[in-house]
């Protein structure tokens, strides 16, 4: 009897091993059920710029804290090259898509792709208003209203204004300008000019050119990104133009390295902190969560910020 006593305390203590083992574990991957967060994503830029590099650099870094791969190309600013990453990132068998659109009104054939392959999309930085699908991102009225209130404030609500407008096939060039427009007529101020140079410095540069020949007089600058402000810098030095308070004041969005160092200068008047790193751990976080069946969002925001002298610090490096 206390033979047989004895070998039931040893079956139960080894039975007890085997549930503390087997409840420790961790779960086995059940398929399509799966909750892990190790999944394959395909993101699809415009191009990499200064900015968007950052954006990039956010996606990877947020894809390598989960456990995820991440595959980045760009569309060399074509729609139909963007449209066939999307195709070739769904034969390819990724689990989630992100997209910087390269224009944002003919986003709908890369969402009606993913949708049918029932593969999750989300628009990250610039918003098509694709119904039904994420966008992880800013207001970009809002970054065109800060802008102009700041420049119209550090030029007391006088003069006129000229804006500098990236690609008008981008929400963020429309909304923006809106913001820039707004601004000024509620300073009673007016806006002369408005000009598109695509989001590109050469460009800023060649269209402050232009207008300074043809003999346009301004006194505010409020342009739709950092880069083409920064090219009408360029212009304005090399024409002999006194820049800041007293003189033509620029503005810009992005808060991009150049331009805070611009702004250090006293060359750019202010700028916009677009947290792009946020953006893109933001995007892999989506693409994450609607893999694993969890609801996002339509817009998920990632706030802007004015940048001046007094605060420039706590934008430097990011």
């Not at 909750?35 to 993101?43: E, F, H, L, N, V």
């Not at 949708?115 to 994420?134: E, H, L, M, T």
């Not at 920064?230 to 308070?245: C, M, N, P, R, S």
């Not at 933001?282 to 706030?303: C, S």
């Amino acid at each position: 009897m206390m033979n047989f006593m004895k070998k039931g305390r040893i079956v139960a203590a080894i039975a007890a091993t085997v549930l503390a083992f087997t409840a420790c574990a961790p779960a086995a991957d059940s398929g399509s059920g799966s909750t892990s967060t190790g999944i394959k994503i395909g993101a699809t830029f415009p191009v990499l710029d200064a900015f968007l590099q950052k954006v990039a650099d956010g996606m990877q870094k947020e894809a390598d804290a989960s456990g995820s791969t991440l595959t980045i190309v760009a569309a060399d600013n074509k729609v139909d090259t963007q449209l066939s990453q999307v195709e070739n990132f769904i034969s390819q068998g990724v689990d989630a898509i992100l997209v910087v659109a390269v224009d944002t009104s003919a986003a709908g054939p890369m969402t009606d792709a993913a949708k049918a392959a029932n593969v999750p999309i989300v628009y990250v930085n610039r918003n098509p208003s694709q119904a039904g699908v994420p966008y992880v991102g800013s207001n970009s009225l809002v970054s065109g209203q800060l802008e102009m209130a700041q420049l119209a404030k550090l030029a007391n609500n006088k003069g006129d204004v000229v804006i500098m407008e990236g690609e008008v096939t981008n929400e963020a060039a429309l909304d923006r300008t809106k913001g820039c427009n707004e601004e000024a007529a509620k300073a009673g101020m007016k806006v002369v000019k408005t000009g598109t140079a695509n989001w590109d410095r050469a460009q800023g540069q060649k269209l402050m050119e232009n207008w300074i020949q043809s003999g346009t007089k301004f006194d505010v600058v409020c342009a739709n990104n950092d880069e083409m402000a920064l090219g009408a810098i360029l212009a304005l030095k090399a024409a002999g133009k006194k820049l800041g308070v007293g003189g033509i004041l620029v503005g810009g969005v992005d808060a991009t390295a150049d331009a805070l160092a611009s702004l250090k200068a006293g060359e750019l008047a202010t700028t916009v902190f677009q947290d792009a790193s946020g953006q893109g751990g933001g995007g892999v976080k989506a693409a994450i969560a609607l893999h694993n069946g969890e609801k996002v969002d339509d817009y998920v925001d990632v706030p802007y910020q004015l940048v001046t002298l007094d605060n420039i610090a706590d934008f430097e490096g990011k």
